[in-house]
């Protein structure tokens, strides 16, 4: 079933960017709707990571489209036009932070909501459908893919919510940085906590609208952010135990690696005011978690 048709579906979005340069663009009236600034522009998507059976609301409202952005489209527009999910169709089509669509470029809308799963290195996409159990082709109507190649790791592709295998990341929570590569939706941080410590630093990197010691943020934080066990660039890491301050410590996570360690920069952990940038390994049993 898989590599025939899944080839066939390829030649088939690789026909549609073709088709997207050679000829003029015809597309239905849109409704022209503000800039999308991000996935997650609302603090209140509070599961970031899927867990337990998926929700009735989830099930496609209709088939996979590819269709020609008029000008003055967005993903909002396009979303309400054919009744799609925003996140997906910016997952899809890897749009990143602050990116819309640009006139006469094809779209891919999925059929309906999606979630993330982390490809393993060296997997084809019809080797990561028959891992995660939907068929190769549908892969296609969630991710614009140009062939069947070994891809790298550490990178998502999109697959329908129904179908997604729990620790599946939600798409609106999170922003595409590259091709792929989820990212915590970027934001303005101020200094609202005293200079030199841990919390200080992170605050400085992005908005954080709760208060507490190191300790007290992954409780404090829960009301208003999604949280999670996985590592995402933008995300903050809460530590504890030996080697850190009975008050807990935080970090800003900058990068992850395709083995799953992540790069963090930090302050008052090499010393009171300094800021030290390291790579923390996958499974350190210091680390309580992450808020998005």
Same mark, same amino acid.
């Given at each position: 079933?898989?590599?025939?048709?899944?080839?066939?579906?390829?030649?088939?979005?690789?026909?549609?960017?073709?088709?997207?340069?050679?000829?003029?663009?015809?597309?239905?009236?849109? #409704?022209?709707?503000?800039?999308?600034?991000? &996935?997650?522009?609302?603090?209140?998507?509070?599961?970031?990571?899927?867990?337990?059976?998926?929700?009735?609301?989830? @099930?496609?409202?209709?088939? @996979?489209? /590819?269709?020609?952005?008029?000008?003055?489209? /967005?993903?909002?527009?396009?979303?309400?036009? %054919?009744?799609?999910?925003?996140?997906?169709?910016?997952?899809?089509?890897? !749009?990143?932070? +602050?990116? *819309?669509?640009?006139?006469?470029?094809?779209?891919?809308?999925?059929?309906?909501?999606?979630?993330?799963?982390?490809?393993?290195?060296? $997997?084809?996409?019809?080797? !990561?459908?028959?891992?995660?159990?939907?068929?190769?082709?549908?892969?296609?109507?969630?991710? =614009?893919?140009? $062939?069947?190649?070994?891809?790298?790791?550490?990178?998502?592709?999109?697959?329908?919510?129904?179908?997604?295998?729990?620790?599946?990341?939600?798409?609106?929570?999170?922003?595409?940085?590259?091709?792929?590569?989820? *990212?915590?939706?970027?934001?303005?941080?101020? +200094?609202?906590?005293?200079?030199?410590?841990?919390?200080?630093?992170?605050?400085?990197?992005?908005?954080?609208?709760?208060?507490?010691?190191?300790? $007290?943020?992954?409780?404090?934080?829960?009301?208003?952010?999604? *949280?999670? *066990?996985? #590592?995402?660039?933008?995300?903050?890491?809460?530590? $504890?135990?030996?080697?850190?301050? %009975? +008050?807990?410590?935080? &970090? !800003? =996570?900058?990068?992850?690696?395709?083995?799953?360690?992540?790069?963090?920069?930090?302050?008052?952990?090499?010393?009171?005011?300094?800021?030290?940038?390291?790579?923390?390994? &996958?499974?350190? #049993?210091?680390?309580?978690? !992450?808020? %998005?």
């Amino acid at each position: 079933m898989a590599i025939r048709g899944l080839r066939h579906r390829l030649l088939r979005h690789a026909w549609v960017l073709l088709i997207a340069l050679l000829l003029p663009v015809i597309a239905p009236c849109l #409704p022209v709707g503000a800039s999308l600034t991000s &996935a997650a522009s609302s603090a209140q998507i509070l599961n970031a990571v899927i867990e337990g059976a998926p929700a009735d609301q989830t @099930a496609p409202t209709g088939p @996979a489209l /590819t269709v020609m952005a008029p000008a003055g489209a /967005t993903v909002d527009s396009l979303a309400a036009s %054919y009744d799609r999910n925003p996140a997906s169709i910016i997952w899809a089509n890897d !749009f990143g932070p +602050d990116v *819309e669509p640009q006139a006469g470029s094809p779209v891919l809308l999925p059929p309906g909501s999606g979630a993330l799963v982390m490809v393993q290195s060296g $997997e084809s996409p019809s080797q !990561f459908a028959t891992a995660v159990g939907i068929d190769p082709t549908v892969l296609l109507d969630y991710n =614009v893919l140009q $062939e069947d190649t070994p891809l790298a790791g550490g990178g998502y592709l999109q697959v329908p919510f129904a179908d997604a295998p729990q620790g599946s990341l939600n798409p609106a929570a999170f922003v595409p940085a590259t091709a792929g590569i989820p *990212e915590v939706p970027p934001s303005h941080g101020g +200094d609202s906590f005293p200079y030199g410590e841990c919390t200080y630093y992170v605050a400085t990197r992005r908005n954080i609208s709760w208060d507490g010691n190191a300790g $007290e943020w992954w409780q404090n934080a829960r009301s208003s952010r999604p *949280e999670g *066990e996985f #590592p995402v660039a933008g995300a903050v890491v809460v530590f $504890e135990g030996p080697g850190y301050s %009975y +008050d807990g410590h935080v &970090a !800003f =996570v900058d990068s992850v690696n395709a083995n799953g360690s992540f790069v963090i920069s930090e302050m008052n952990y090499d010393g009171w005011g300094r800021i030290d940038q390291r790579t923390v390994q &996958a499974g350190d #049993p210091s680390i309580v978690g !992450f808020i %998005y």
